[in-house]
């Protein structure tokens, strides 16, 4: 008997094999379908063939989904992986192919600006094509670096010279058609010098080398007073301009110059007194300091050469104090009189008192003041050009000096001596004019009959010609009347006021060609020392031999003015003139620009007081002093007690320093007052200290020098310093901050032995 199934049975029997395991979302087929493929469960026919035949299908259906679903995204992401690493790879060799174009660049500059760049002479580079010049010391430190004829076109091929063109011991370069280069090198003891000369081979080319004088390059001095007086130089800036002396409130250059520059890491540049000299710092927003040789209508009108020529001297060593002893002139003793030397020591120990003559009585009267004070020396009486008639007499004016020759005598006895003031200018107005003119023994006018004088201005005169020393005939006309000034009123010696390089005729012309206007002072001064006693000079190029002073030029009343004063001297002494004689204390009320006399009135009242004690107290310590104001004229006993004390300080510290360093600087030719870093060069700190100087090596004066202070700052150079003020001792090489100073004191330090323990 056939067993019987159930109708339930089957139909369970027949879902089973129909489930399969738990699926995915979205995976259940659509009930369409299910019915298509007979899957049916209420359809028995054909159930269990059919049902494994949609099965095997459905499982690999799903099985083939899913093994695309994770199989597509793993390819994918290793395709991603491959093109990554393939990108990777391309940048790291793009990267590396830059590298090796940078390097094969900077190979080729290297090889262009190092290697073309030749080591002419020891420690001396010059690359010809971009003509850039590197001095070094002698531990491999770059002291000078400059860009060499500037102006030459890019284009410009550079060569050797031809054969008749060498000189020997020198290289020679030349661009064609624009300009030669001679380049030579001395060696000394531990010293370098480089000789370079530059010849323009076309008149529309003026040779010009720039010195870069940016912070990295150390500091700079020399040159003289410029505008506004930097110190040091580079943190000045000139337009372009010829290298000659002038009034400072009106031209680049004061009334003392000399062609030398020092550098702190240890260089100087001398340039050649015949070259036509222009000059400019930081001109142009640039950091250059820039020499050209260029002729022109004025200044150098006369052409020692067809074409200019720049020629100067690079010098280097280690140490910047030893290289400018080595630089500094030696030897002032020889042919030194000794009735000179008195002269010197008569300076540096008593006041010079200029007076403005405008009679008898005054002169008097102010020699009586002088000794009614009781604490202050008699000294040189220096009467002004107004002792005459009109410039160019060379006579005492009667009319205002009738007796003058007995008060000399008074004077003399009061144990004063007796100084005039003469100049080279004659007056249109003068005795001495038409018989000069006649005599042709005054400069004439370039272009012009040379019987005609050319005229110029000086001071109040607005018309004065000038003597031309370079006429054989001038120096015995002016001695005969120096001479009889002489036996008539004993004058013991004269003041040489010579004006400036501007104060010359624009178109002058000498019966011997000057070099520049400036060559003129230098000729005037070494004639007349031969023949008549000179107490100072009021400009220079050259130093005059002892016991002549160069005066620094007249300095308005003011506190701008007061503050450029060391800075000045510090210059003067350092480019050769270590006998300086300082303006008068408290300035000159007359000039414009005083703090009580900005209209120029010359009928004008006293310095302002405090300005006038901080300059007495500065004046204290400079090789001469010089009044105008006595201090009594203040009617203030504080005055009078403070000049007092400073006049004691004068005599029994600062005098003997001053003469003890005369007699050194005879023999060495560096200056009494000196810079800081003349006592220690290595330190930074002592390179721009613009507002203290010292007597020598063992004084350091740090004045006031700013209108109602009582306190400053103070550097102080390696070694152990007595304070001046109180006493105690003090450690150098640091500041001293807010150091208190009273208005009756002075801060100045006395320099003690190395050996001092506090």
Sequence with gaps: MMPRYDVGSAVSLQRVPLQAPPRRKGRTMSPMINKKLGNDPMELSGGQSANSTITSVN????????????????????????????????????????????LVGFAHIYYTQHVLQRAYFDKF?????????????????????????EGIPAETGVFPCLSHH????????????????????????????????????????????????????????GGGQVQNMPYPLERGRLDLSPFITGDITKHPFGNVLKRYFLNSKGATVLVDPETPLYVSINANKSNNFC????????????????????????????????????????????????????AVHSLLSEPVWQISPTSEAAVYNYTDNVIALGFLRQGHVLLSEEWQPSPGDFVLDEERFPSMEETINIIHRRGFRIVFSIQPFISTESINFKDAVANRLLISERGSDPRIPALARYKQSNSVGVLDITNNKTLPWLQSKLERLIMKYHVDSFYLDLGTAQDMPHYYKCEQPLTNPDHYKTIFTKSILGSVPVMGVSGAISRPRPPVFVSLPPFSSSWKAIKTVIPTVLTYGMIGYPFIMPGAVGGDVALPMSDNNPDNDFEVNLPDKELYIRWLQLST????IRFTHLPSKYSDESV????????????????????????????????????????????????????EFSVGEELIVAPVLYSGSRQREVYLPAGVWK???????????RWIHNYRVAEDKVAYFVKMPDNTRF
């Design 723 to 733: 304070d001046g003020i109180d006493g105690s001792l003090r450690k150098g090489s």
């Design 291 to 342: 020499m050209q040789a260029k002729y022109d209508a004025f200044a150098y009108i006369n052409h020692l050469t067809p074409l200019p020529q720049l020629n100067y001297t690079i010098c280097a060593t280690d140490n910047m104090k030893n290289l400018h002893s080595s630089m500094a002139e030696k030897s002032l003793w020889d042919g030194l009189k000794p009735d000179e030397l008195n």
């Design 125 to 149: 580079s010059f690359n010809k094509n971009k003509r850039v010049m590197h001095v070094y010391s002698s531990t491999g430190t770059e002291v000078i670096a400059a860009r060499l004829g």
């Design 640 to 691: 009078l007690e403070i000049a007092k004390t400073l006049t004691t300080l004068r005599q029994k510290t600062v005098t003997p320093l001053l003469k003890k360093y005369a007699k050194e600087i005879l023999d060495t030719g560096l200056p009494i007052i000196r810079p800081l870093w003349m006592l220690d060069p290595a330190d930074p700190a002592c390179h721009v200290v613009v507002d």
């Design 621 to 624: 310590f400079l090789p001469v």
């Design 166 to 221: 060498q000189k020997q011991d020198s290289v020679c370069l030349e661009w064609l058609q624009q300009a030669r280069l001679y380049l030579a090198h001395t060696k000394h003891t531990d010293m370098h010098c480089y000789h370079v000369t530059w010849q323009s081979l076309n008149p529309h080319y003026n040779p010009k080398d720039c010195f870069d004088w940016s912070q990295k390059r150390g500091h700079w001095y």
């Design 59 to 102: 499982s690999i259906s799903s099985l083939l989904k899913e093994k695309l679903q994770l199989s597509i995204p793993q390819a994918l992401r290793s395709s991603k992986k491959r093109q990554n690493a393939d990108y990777r790879l391309r940048a790291f060799v793009g990267i590396l192919f830059l590298c090796v174009v940078f």
